[in-house]
């Protein structure tokens, strides 16, 4: 008996926080990234041409051409890349195994 009376008591003690109206929230503002963290590389200029049957894309940042891109009507699309900067390209099949992007462990859990 006194067992019941408890819930009864512990339910009409806690009816009130079940009806309460929960509080209004306020959409969290986005954080700023910290100084030196954002990334200032300029986008590639992408020009897409047809020349007869094959499409062309160049590549440029700041004017200067640095990859053309070629997809041929049949075949495999490969690439002229300019490495050194000076002007002269280099066809490569495939971007993969020739130009390595550099990957350094930074965080390690």
Not at 57 to 70: A, D, N, S, T, W
């Amino acid at each position: 008996m006194r067992l019941t009376q408890l819930f009864a008591l512990t339910a009409l003690a806690a009816a009130p926080a079940f009806a309460a109206e929960p509080p209004k929230l306020s959409p969290v503002p986005d954080i700023p990234p910290p100084p030196g963290m954002v990334d200032t590389a300029p986008a590639p200029d992408i020009t897409i041409t047809q020349r007869g049957e094959d499409k062309v894309e160049e590549y440029r940042i700041k004017g200067q051409l640095y990859m053309i891109k070629v997809t041929p009507s049949h075949g495999k699309p490969y690439y002229l890349v300019d490495p050194k900067g000076n002007g002269q390209m280099v066809r490569y099949d495939d971007l993969a195994p020739n130009l390595m992007v550099p990957m350094w462990m930074l965080f390690e859990f």
